[in-house]
């Protein structure tokens, strides 16, 4: 499903928020800042989440082949010491590479996620923004009118009433989602600190084995 182009039910409730400042400044403010704070671009959103995923299935495809490439290489060319401690090399190795594929497909997860709630936001900012200006045009057109001018702000009151509310409520899931994210990203950047201190230590021991120049006791 495309995202692209929904943001712009955000600019449409914002301006229609704007209109309805001509009928109530306080009300019509109110809820076009409240717009303007979970204002997104659900299509950027949604391409950083599928670019996350695309490196989660790289690592795991790169995972993949290093088990291949260990599993062609005949018992007959290892002792069974060198065998056994390329093997245990190699399990270190993948597990890093798991870790690395669980971080990016959790941060995959999270921008899907957001995607998916900054298109519905868009889509009900929108819907509020036309209210607002239909609530607006409805208001001034029956100023000139004593008895319809009373009842056109008291519906314009009551409908307003309620988009504030459903902005309100939209204002609420944006809060906890982006606190959900950022609980989930620090657990994320934990795991990479963790895995890059891993392959920090990984490198520093090869560095060390290149050094004393050991040679394999098959070579």
Not at 38 to 55: F, Q, T, V, Y
Not at 123 to 151: D, E, F, H, Q, W
Request: glycine share 12%; with cysteine.
């Amino acid at each position: 499903m495309s995202y692209e182009g929904w943001e712009y039910g955000y600019v449409a409730g914002a301006l229609g928020a704007l209109a309805y400042c001509v009928v109530n400044p306080v009300r019509g403010r109110m809820i076009g800042l409240a717009i303007a704070g979970i204002a997104s671009r659900p299509g950027n959103l949604s391409g950083a989440g599928d670019k996350w995923g695309e490196i989660a299935k790289a690592l795991e495809g790169v995972g993949a082949d290093l088990k291949k490439h260990v599993s062609d290489v005949p018992p007959k060319d290892w002792t069974a010491q060198d065998e056994e401690a390329f093997k245990g090399a190699v399990d270190i190795m993948l597990k890093n590479i798991d870790d690395g594929a669980g971080v990016h497909f959790d941060s995959a997860k999270i921008m899907h996620g957001m995607s998916k709630l900054s298109f519905y936001g868009g889509m009900a900012s929108g819907a509020v923004g036309a209210l607002l200006t239909a609530l607006t045009i409805y208001t001034i057109a029956t100023r000139g009118i004593p008895v319809v001018n009373v009842a056109s702000q008291a519906t314009s009151e009551i409908a307003a009433t309620g988009a504030q509310v459903t902005v309100g409520g939209l204002v609420k899931k944006y809060g906890m989602a982006a606190g959900a994210a950022a609980m989930v990203f620090t657990m994320v950047q934990s795991k990479q600190a963790e895995l890059e201190s891993k392959v920090t230590a990984m490198s520093a021991q090869q560095e060390q084995a290149k050094q004393t120049r050991i040679p394999l006791s098959n070579i």
